[in-house]
């Protein structure tokens, strides 16, 4: 019955099987089974072989179906009342089988999701950020696989989509997590002063510089700089910036000691970058 059951099933299924119930238990062991069906043999105590399958600690949870000559079927019935899952008359109709073996699996999912429900737990989070979803799960992956890097970084999404939260994550969770944390909105800053809250200035080089002034890349020091809404910088403040991060150098407004730019640097924009490279 066992081979035959096996030949018949494994093509929708795949099929365990052991001969004995000791050898069913170690086989729960090993494998997470979601439905198994008990054959009555003659010889057997039908409760105590149900009790002792489900007490077995693997086996619980797992929907039970019995399997029974019509000699035994007062016996199979007593086990459904019990606790098991269904019951079939043995020699089994084999479309009906595979029905009642759906139908058990399913059952078996639903309960796992139900628990998983009820079952209080602790929220994932990374850093500021909660969040259990796949696609949390996706961004607390890329976080921390490049918050050790040096590399730059451009953070994606709508406005309000939490990118600023991400980028202290990146940098909470680096190495440079004990130096400052540094914003800078370029859709805050006029254009006229961008370059000066960027790289400082010194006194008198523009009307109102009264005195000298660090600018973000000074006053960041090793840490990380985070340069909010880059698709808002005009062309000429891009070519400004790309001076910077391709010499590791800056110099600040009316000066000439030149300065280096030990900090990492974080981007975030809600525009599609490369449409506007397209569009010119």
Request: aromatic share 4%; hydrophobic share 40%.
């Amino acid at each position: 019955m066992r081979q035959a059951l096996t030949a018949s099933l494994s093509g929708d299924f795949e099929v365990l099987t052991e001969a004995e119930r000791l050898g069913a238990e170690e086989l729960l062991d090993r494998v997470d089974v979601d439905v198994a069906i008990v054959d009555l043999d003659d010889d057997v105590n039908a409760v105590e072989e149900l009790q002792a399958f489900q007490e077995h600690g693997h086996a619980r949870g797992v929907p039970v179906v019995v399997m029974a000559h019509d000699e035994r079927r007062s016996d199979a019935m007593t086990l459904v009342s019990q606790g098991a899952y269904d019951y079939f008359r043995k020699p089994p109709h084999l479309g009906e089988l595979k029905l009642v073996i759906h139908r058990a699996e399913q059952h078996r999912r639903l309960t796992r999701d139900l628990r998983s429900v009820q079952a209080p737990k602790e929220q994932r989070r990374c850093d500021r950020l909660i969040g259990e979803s796949a696609a949390m799960r996706k961004v607390y992956d890329m976080i921390n696989r490049v918050a050790n890097l040096d590399a730059n970084v451009v953070i994606r999404g709508e406005s309000g989509t939490g990118k600023e939260l991400v980028a202290c994550a990146i940098h909470n969770l680096g190495s440079r997590a004990d130096q400052p944390f540094v914003p800078v909105a370029f859709s805050a800053v006029p254009e006229t002063l961008l370059e000066s809250e960027l790289f400082g200035h010194e006194r008198g080089s523009f009307t109102g510089a009264s005195g000298s002034r660090e600018g973000c890349f000074e006053r960041v020091g090793s840490g990380t700089i985070f340069l909010d809404e880059v698709g808002e910088l005009t062309l000429t403040n891009q070519v400004k910036l790309l001076r910077v991060l391709q010499e590791r150098e800056f110099t600040r407004v009316g000066g000439k000691k030149t300065q280096q730019l030990d900090a990492r640097v974080l981007f975030a924009t809600h525009r599609n970058l490369e449409a506007m490279v397209k569009s010119g």
